[in-house]
């Protein structure tokens, strides 16, 4: 049984950081590229990074400078590390696994950025 499920959200401040977890199990994790989105209500889900099973990692324009992902393969854990948040961040953040077939979903964990 396949199971991914985020953690880390909360409230912060403008200006503020959060670090978000995904934790997968039931995959090989190594080979499955991990990926980051986020969707604020009444707009799409968006990309806002990947972390390529072969070592690569690409942001989002939007977030770039400003967000960094990460992967521990040992841990089968794949890290969101969000600095300099502004209101617009504000959004529930999901993890996804894709594999060939594959493609996994976590539940999503709510961030909100407000003063």
């Known amino acids: 049984q396949v199971q991914v499920v985020e953690s880390g959200g909360g409230l912060v401040q403008p200006g503020g950081s959060l670090r978000l977890s995904c934790a997968a199990s039931g995959i090989r994790f190594s080979l499955y590229d991990m990926g980051w989105y986020r969707q604020a209500p009444g707009k799409q889900r968006e990309l806002v990074a990947v972390?390529?099973?072969?070592?690569?990692?690409n942001h989002a324009a939007s977030v770039k400078g400003r967000f960094s992902a990460s992967r521990d393969n040992a841990k089968s854990t794949v890290y969101l590390q969000m600095n300099s948040l502004k209101p617009e961040d504000t959004a529930t953040y999901y993890c996804?696994?894709?594999?060939?077939?594959?493609?996994?979903w976590g539940q999503g964990t709510q961030v909100t950025v407000s003063s």
């Open positions: 996804n696994a894709k594999f060939a077939s594959g493609n996994y």
């Open positions: 972390m390529f099973s072969g070592g690569n990692t």
